[in-house]
């Protein structure tokens, strides 16, 4: 049984920083990509950064998080990173961690390819 677990959610200023933290178990297949997602009240949810956990690492970013969010792993700690800096009010969210696959050659932003799903980790940022 595959299992996401979060943490690392919080409050913050503007400004500021948070690293969120994806510890993964249970996942059998040998290639596969984990993505960052995120929704804020009454707006759907967004992919906001992915990566390939084989490979080269591939990673993929919305353009919003560009230069300011970074999602790295540990392959030895089954763990996926999203390092998030300059953190914005418009950041607000609750932030879920995912595992899927693609036949895509770059790690995708879209959800319907993920098939797990952690159980999300709020994160306010304050002005």
């Known amino acids: 049984q595959v299992q996401l677990v979060e943490s690392g959610g919080g409050s913050v200023q503007a400004g500021g920083s948070l690293r969120l933290s994806c510890a993964a178990s249970?996942?059998?297949?040998?290639?596969?990509?984990m993505g960052w997602f995120r929704q804020a009240p009454g707006k759907e949810r967004e992919g906001v950064a992915a990566?390939?956990?084989?490979?080269?690492?591939?990673?993929s970013y919305v353009d919003s998080v560009k230069g300011r969010f970074t999602i790295s792993q540990d392959n030895a700690k089954n763990t996926v990173y999203l390092q998030m800096n300059s953190l914005k009010p418009d950041d607000t969210a609750v932030y879920y961690c995912?595992?899927?696959?693609?036949?895509?050659?770059?790690?995708?932003?879209?959800?319907?390819?993920?098939?797990?799903w952690g159980q999300g980790t709020q994160v306010t940022v304050s002005s």
């Open positions: 995912a595992a899927g696959n693609s036949p895509l050659g770059i790690p995708p932003l879209q959800q319907w390819w993920y098939n797990y």
């Open positions: 249970g996942y059998t297949d040998s290639s596969y990509f």
């Open positions: 990566i390939a956990t084989t490979g080269s690492g591939t990673t």
